[in-house]
């Protein structure tokens, strides 16, 4: 793929990097997974239980990263990648840059509530 697939404030991020970003997600659901069967066997009470924000804030960022074909960093700092695993390119249009920088706010409060609102689920529940 080329500069030509990027579109500000849509997608920065290639299939390369799409399929890092499915992994980080699986990566986070499983450490999610595992804390939470901790949990019940252990009898974990209610408010240890709020450390699976964590492990389900990267699954989140990572599912909608790979979702949306839109990284949260590269938005950030203003880059994207079509090719090479680590061959970054950067944004020049400062309008561009802008709207990078929206979205990727956009995708980590997003993230973040859906995070929250799994992980208030699991404190609430009678383990």
Not at 6 to 35: D, K, M, Q, W
Not at 75 to 95: C, E, W, Y
């Amino acid at each position: 793929m080329s500069q030509a697939d990027y579109i500000p404030g849509t997608c920065n991020i290639g299939a390369g990097e799409v399929s890092r970003r499915r992994l980080v997600a699986f990566i986070g659901l499983a450490l999610s997974l595992v804390a939470f069967i901790t949990f019940i066997s252990m009898e974990t009470p209610r408010s240890a239980r709020i450390s699976i924000f964590i492990p389900l804030l990267v699954t989140t960022i990572g599912w909608l990263q790979a979702r949306k074909k839109f990284c949260l960093a590269f938005g950030i700092a203003g880059t994207f990648n079509f090719g090479k695993m680590g061959q970054l390119s950067r944004v020049a249009d400062p309008i561009s840059r802008a709207a990078d920088r929206s979205a990727a706010i956009k995708l980590l409060a997003q993230s973040t509530a859906y995070a929250a609102a799994i992980t208030a689920i699991v404190i609430a529940l009678p383990l």
